[in-house]
């Protein structure tokens, strides 16, 4: 199993350019998640997916739209880059379950750099 | 508000020598604990958890933690450090709120664990 995987790996935008970034998990999870991890603010809840169909605002949402138009897929979009996002993007699917004890596994990040 | 601190930005430490990564928690409610560990340019990985029961957690790598609720700490140990385990460490928390039907957490900023050989 490739279990969570990321494309692209690196990335460099213009201001004002969009961009779409995949997340894939083969572990027919439920939940996905879209973080950011910026040095000294360790990681920040972008977006989240509770199942096929459904989003939800994290902590950070503005500037970001995602879609969950298969179970297994997770795309983050930026519509219009700004040098404030300029990060390192993670995501991360976690299985079913009511009593969130469950752990979730992370894809190897992309490394966005916004000019 | 809920949150997680690991108080210690970086932790230096020699090779066979024992290592401590702190963390602190202020939840609402019984609190669910997760370790994570990131070695560089990679994704974070999971380390252990505490949900209930005993207070001391076992996980991978040779690392545990120890739950303590009256001091609201969950750090992270290891009798012996290796110079493989340098890397970025980093403590969550469930996110209460939203009780188990996300699974989201809340993570800390993150710990540096320098292993010196």
């Known amino acids: 199993n490739a279990g969570v995987t990321q494309t692209p790996k690196f990335r460099v935008l213009k201001t004002g350019q969009s961009m779409t970034l995949l997340c894939a998990q083969d572990?027919?999870?439920?939940?996905m998640y879209w973080y950011r991890q910026d040095p000294g603010m360790g990681l920040r809840l972008i977006h989240y997916s509770v199942g096929e169909g459904t989003t939800a605002k994290g902590e950070v949402p503005d500037g970001y739209n995602v879609s969950r138009l298969k179970k297994q897929n997770f795309l983050l979009g930026l519509e219009s880059a700004a040098p404030s996002q300029t990060s390192v993007y993670f995501c991360?699917?976690?299985?079913?379950?009511?009593?969130?004890?469950?752990?979730?596994?992370f894809g190897p990040g992309t490394r966005l750099t916004v000019l | 508000a809920q949150s997680v601190a690991q108080p210690e930005d970086q932790v230096n430490v020699a090779e066979g020598n024992p290592l401590t990564v702190k963390c602190t928690y202020s939840v609402s409610g019984n609190p669910y604990l997760f370790w994570y560990v990131q070695y560089p340019n990679r994704g974070l990985q999971f380390l252990l958890k505490?949900?209930?029961?005993?207070?001391l957690v076992k996980g991978s790598y040779g690392f545990e933690a120890e739950f303590n609720k009256s001091q609201t700490s969950f750090h992270l140990k290891k009798p012996s450090a290796l110079v493989s385990d340098s890397a970025l460490y980093f403590c969550a928390v469930r996110d209460p709120f939203y009780g188990g039907a996300t699974n989201k957490l809340i993570f800390g900023t993150g710990t540096l664990l320098a292993v010196q050989p």
């Open positions: 505490y949900i209930t029961g005993d207070n």
């Open positions: 572990m027919n999870h439920e939940y």
């Open positions: 991360a699917s976690g299985p079913l379950g009511t009593s969130g004890a469950n752990e979730q596994f």
